[in-house]
């Protein structure tokens, strides 16, 4: 199983360009979740979706658009980069539930971004 | 919200046990406890997990307070791989919602 997959792995933006992180599971995960993690700093959830067609915000959402169109994949779109929105960002997928009925989360390996 | 509060930093001489704690004060009835390490450069990855009674894997152990306010993490015999992040997590809110929030978590420090 590939579990939860996450590209790029790496990107370099320029202030203002917009891009698309792309998350895909093969778990048939129903809940799925964007976090972001600063150097030296803790996770803090942007985007989460309990299923297909809803999706909710987290902790710090502004400045990113998510859809949820199909089970499998999460899409976390940057509007207009800026440098504040350098990170590294995680994917996450869990059964439906989460958490709160014991289900474990599965995270990507996370994709590095850096704007200049 | 349920919140937890955890120690920034601990650290351990290997082969030793280590005892992290988390308070949790604000959980809910149904809510879960849920441990979870990240080493340097990945992702977080499963520790366990519990909803009232003490809990045991291959991993680590899990022991929560009667009143469930508290937990702690126990690692037997600490090695250098475990030196990681740990985050004690609980679901954010009345039961329904799915804010996972995993807060600031303990860095773990194994000393050779």
């Known amino acids: 199983n590939a579990g939860v997959t996450q590209t790029p792995k790496f990107q370099v933006l320029k202030t203002g360009q917009s891009m698309t992180l792309q998350c895909a599971q093969d778990?048939?995960?129903?809940?799925m979740s964007w976090y972001r993690q600063d150097p030296g700093m803790g996770l803090r959830l942007i985007h989460y979706?309990?299923?297909?067609?809803?999706?909710d915000q987290g902790e710090v959402p502004n400045g990113y658009n998510v859809s949820r169109s199909t089970t499998e994949d999460f899409p976390l779109r940057l509007l207009s980069a800026a440098p504040s929105q350098t990170s590294v960002y995680f994917c996450?997928?869990?059964?439906?539930?989460?958490?709160?009925?014991?289900?474990?989360?599965?995270f990507g390996e996370g994709s590095w971004l850096t704007v200049v | 919200d349920a919140k937890t509060t955890q120690p920034n930093s601990m650290e351990s001489n290997e082969e030793e046990p280590v005892h992290l704690p988390c308070n949790h004060s604000?959980?809910?009835?149904?809510?879960?406890i849920h441990w979870y390490r990240q080493l340097p450069s990945q992702g977080p990855e499963y520790v366990i997990h519990?909803?009232?009674s003490n809990v045991n894997n291959r991993m680590a152990s899990l022991a929560i307070a009667e009143d469930r306010k508290s937990s702690t993490l126990i690692l037997h015999r600490a090695t250098l791989r475990d030196a990681a992040v740990y985050y004690c997590?609980?679901?954010?809110?009345?039961?329904?919602?799915?804010?996972?929030?995993f807060g600031t978590g303990t860095r773990l420090k194994v000393l050779a």
């Open positions: 996450a997928s869990s059964p439906t539930g989460g958490l709160g009925s014991g289900n474990t989360i599965y």
């Open positions: 778990m048939n995960h129903e809940y």
């Open positions: 979706s309990v299923g297909a067609g809803i999706t």
């Open positions: 604000t959980i809910s009835g149904t809510d879960y």
């Open positions: 519990g909803l009232t």
């Open positions: 997590i609980l679901r954010d809110g009345a039961s329904g919602t799915y804010k996972y929030i």
